[in-house]
Nanobody, 119 residues
Framework: QVQLMESGGGLRQAGESLTLSCVAS????????MDWYRQAPGKQRELVAT?????NYADSVKGRFTISRDSAKNTVYLQMNSLKPEDTAVYYC???????????????WGQGTQVTVSS
């Protein structure tokens, strides 16, 4: 079994910063990609940042958010600067993982962490 656990969410005012973390644990053999998604109330889940190709971002967060990864710790981070009220959402970690003894890569999701930005 593989688990993803996000942390670091909370309440911030517009213009402030916040860093999210996501750690993969359990029977992890290898991780190919770790991404961040978010879902605001009444909206579809959207890709915020991925470390595919060295880092790609949704247009709405470019220049403000930075994704980074510590492969040794099976952890991905999302540094969020200059937060805006429209960044309010539940943020989810997603990873493509090869489990111990597994033959196929599988996609896993964390349980999400709430980020609320007040104006």
């Amino acid at each position: 079994q593989v688990q993803l656990m996000e942390s670091g969410g909370g309440l911030r005012q517009a213009g402030e910063s916040l860093t999210l973390s996501c750690v993969a644990s359990g029977e992890v053999f290898s991780i190919r990609v770790m991404d961040w998604y978010r879902q605001a109330p009444g909206k579809q889940r959207e890709l915020v940042a991925t470390n595919r190709g060295g880092g790609n971002y949704a247009d709405s967060v470019k220049g403000r958010f930075t994704i980074s990864r510590d492969s040794a710790k099976n952890t991905v981070y999302l540094q969020m600067n200059s937060l805006k009220p429209e960044d309010t959402a539940v943020y989810y970690c997603n990873a493509e993982v090869l489990g111990m003894g597994a033959l196929r890569w599988r996609n896993y999701w964390g349980q999400g962490t709430q980020v609320t930005v007040s104006s």
